[in-house]
């Protein structure tokens, strides 16, 4: 059964089905009933414990020293991210698995990038129609995007989103990424030190999408904050890192209590096209009759997950708040798209046979032969996980490999893993509150995905560092003798 959002903190009478080591954020009515006044009453309580590390982001200029004379205090936080988050992304990219070039290499399982369809992609970018250029794509575009990429975004949304009524292009902004439409959202939504309410376990590196431009918190809703702001709420959906997705009733209610609040709703969507189980019945936000607040609700997807293009850097808004639509378009002057990456991307949605007829299920099969061989590995181990049918990854539950259930403890296991040359993700990157949980990516090619799940039981049964002369793998496939 998916692990839903009011699932993860249902009303009093109802029995959680969610895992006690990951609470998420209230229920719509459990928070209208503890806030009595108003939201900012209940943020204004004193914590009961001292925030931890990723989500005390607010109080990081107070927090992080500054270790170089040649930095700002801005300056000093932007680097603390990047030297105590890009650890393992680094290592891994000084010491990245190839099949011939470097067999003893990691094996990145910790990304969440879809490997799974570069073949389907490359020749389709590799078609003639791709390969356009005309002076207007060399120039300054309209910095919300060239018009005929945001009328093939509206069209693009307003088909797979199954939206009651046609998408606007007036109301797409293109941006590079979601990273960018996070960090310019919030930038132009809230006030210095204001807040967003975000379910946790979450996606960790949204914090600092949002605090490195426009210093905006994140509250992760068991609560835990000092006399903050509420600006907003987050939703992702499909949810990462569990792969849940929400019900259409689960998201009416959350933008029912946002809009009692006046809170704005940041939904993002870029695992739309990647529910690979048709049991998990997806429902974009934007399939709804009649949003409570359409201005105060902003979509964002991106063809990062579900295109496997995360290095083309392209994501959109949606947000029929005018208003909204030109800050964060302005903001385009720093995280706009070339020209002819906008050309691209127009003709890529624009194909909609080639999406729906040859991409959309060789990609769902893929993805799901992936998860079953991983899930069975993992079956084999004895190992526990939660997987809702949707994302590239399982949430896995390894906390009987703690010696003690600390979070010192969850890092050092997951550096033996990165000493063993695979990377995982582990539970406090995305504000778990019970050490031992991690995020492992399945959507690899075949060969990558057996030699990675050897490494893990390696690692879980004790076993030697993978040796120097690690053999390849290329012919193994999933299911195979692979152990």
């Known amino acids: ?57 607010g109080d990081a200029p107070a927090t992080v020293p500054s270790d170089s004379a040649y930095l700002s205090s801005r300056g000093s936080v932007i680097k603390w991210f990047w030297d105590s988050a890009e650890e393992g992304y680094r290592t891994y990219h000084m010491d990245e698995y190839d099949e011939e070039k470097n067999p003893s290499g990691i094996i990145n399982m910790g990304t969440s990038e879809n490997k799974l369809c570069f073949d389907l992609l490359s020749s389709r970018l590799s078609q003639s129609d791709m390969l356009r250029v005309e002076p207007s794509l060399l120039q300054y575009p309209d910095w919300r995007g060239h018009l005929f990429l945001r009328e093939e975004v509206a069209r693009f949304l307003s088909f797979y989103c199954k939206s ?7 109301n797409v902004v293109v941006l590079n990424g979601c990273a960018s439409v996070f960090s310019a959202l919030a930038t132009v939504l809230c006030e210095v030190g204001e807040a967003f309410l975000i379910p946790a376990p979450y996606y960790g590196a949204i914090t600092q999408h949002i605090y490195l431009y426009g210093g905006i918190r994140l509250v992760c809703v068991y609560l835990d904050s000092e006399g903050v702001k509420v600006k907003g709420l987050i939703l992702i959906n499909p949810q990462n890192p569990l792969g849940d997705v929400y019900s259409p009733g689960e998201l009416r209610d959350y933008l029912e209590f946002a809009k009692r609040h006046e809170l704005h709703v940041m939904v993002d969507e870029v695992y739309m096209l990647s529910v690979f189980e048709e049991s998990a019945g997806y429902h974009s936000v934007l399939s709804l009759e009649g949003l409570p607040d359409p201005q105060r609700t902003h979509v964002m997807w991106a063809a990062s997950k579900d295109f496997g293009m995360s290095g083309l850097r392209f994501g959109t808004l949606y947000t029929e708040n005018r208003d909204v639509a030109t800050a964060v378009a302005s903001l385009c002057r720093y995280h706009g798209l070339s020209g002819l990456v906008q050309h691209q991307m127009a003709q890529l949605l624009r194909d909609q046979d080639w999406i729906s007829q040859v991409y959309l299920p060789a990609n769902h099969a893929r993805l799901k032969a992936a998860h079953t061989y991983v899930a069975g590995e993992l079956r084999a181990l004895g190992i526990p996980f939660l997987s809702g049918g949707a994302g590239f990854f399982l949430w896995i539950d390894l906390r009987k490999y703690l010696p003690e259930p600390t979070f010192k403890e969850e890092m050092l296991l997951w550096r033996r893993f990165l000493d063993n040359k695979v990377l995982l993700s582990c539970g406090k990157a995305f504000e778990c509150k019970e050490p031992g949980w991690f995020r492992l990516v399945f959507s690899d090619q075949a060969h990558r995905l057996c030699l990675g799940m050897q490494r893990v039981r390696w690692v879980l049964e004790g076993k030697p560092q993978v040796p120097e002369d690690s053999p390849s793998y290329q012919s193994q496939e999933p299911g195979g003798q692979c152990r």
Do not use: I, W, Y
């Open 1 to 57: 059964m998916p692990l839903s959002f009011l699932q993860m903190f249902p009303l009093p009478q109802k029995e959680s089905r969610a895992p006690t080591a990951c609470p998420g954020l209230a229920s719509a009515q459990d928070l209208d009933s503890n806030h009595g006044d108003g939201l900012e009453r209940e943020c204004s309580r004193k914590p009961e414990r001292k925030l931890p590390e990723f989500s005390g982001v």
């Open 164 to 170: 009651p009524a046609p998408l606007k292009p007036e």
